[in-house]
């Protein structure tokens, strides 16, 4: 295959809805886990709370489930209006679609971001001994310690669980809308695909 075939190959692939879809999506779902994980860290530097219980012998601060909780509503408001409007650039039914949106996320929450997270720091903890507030590395002053670590983690599970929610039961689009061609438009392909001749000569 010549240099300029993949150059138009590649070029195709570009334009292509699918490509686009998933391009955009990655875009704002790293955004969304950007403002996500924001919202944790601000709670987490401004209010300093403990909220100390044992879970099957094990410690653990129940305090970062609110942080995780709060840090999400923030962010599935950002991540509907950003997928209706800028990934899937779907018309339907506002109510609907948030409703379908957040019973979706609910599922990812509780199985991801509230269940796999509160376990992975408690194993991280308890059976590692590595505190979630040991410090990794500092950016401007920012410590990232080792439950952002998880977090970010976690987030990659989030991320492609949602797509496949939000692609298959969610924003779903109408194939007869989405169709540019017309009845006619079909038909004349379809006479020239029989016939095997242009439409102008079939």
Do not use: C
């Not at 993949?6 to 779902?29: A, C, D, I, P, R």
């Not at 983690?153 to 929610?165: L, Q, T």
């Amino acid at each position: 295959m010549s240099t300029n075939e993949q150059t138009s190959g590649l070029k195709k692939l570009m334009k292509s809805k699918k490509f686009q879809e998933l391009f955009w999506y990655f875009v704002f779902g790293v955004l969304t886990t950007l403002v996500n994980l924001i919202a944790f860290a601000l709670l987490d530097k401004l209010i300093d709370a403990k909220w100390q219980v044992k879970l099957l012998k094990w410690e653990f601060d129940f305090y970062v489930v609110f942080m995780q909780s709060i840090a999400w509503i923030v962010a599935i408001v950002f991540a509907y209006v950003t997928n209706k409007l800028f990934v899937f650039h779907t018309k339907g039914n506002v109510v609907k679609e948030f409703i379908g949106f957040v019973a979706a996320r609910l599922f990812t929450f509780f199985a991801f971001e509230l269940g796999l997270f509160s376990l992975s720091v408690m194993i991280m903890e308890n059976a590692f001994a590595m505190p979630k507030d040991d410090l990794w590395f500092s950016i401007f002053g920012f410590e990232v310690t080792n439950i952002y670590i998880v977090k970010i983690f976690i987030s990659v599970f989030v991320v492609v669980a949602n797509y496949v929610f939000s692609k298959i039961f969610i924003f779903k689009k109408d194939k007869k809308s989405d169709s540019t061609e017309t009845p006619d438009e079909k038909n004349g392909e379809n006479a020239s695909e029989k016939t095997g001749l242009p439409e102008s000569e079939a």
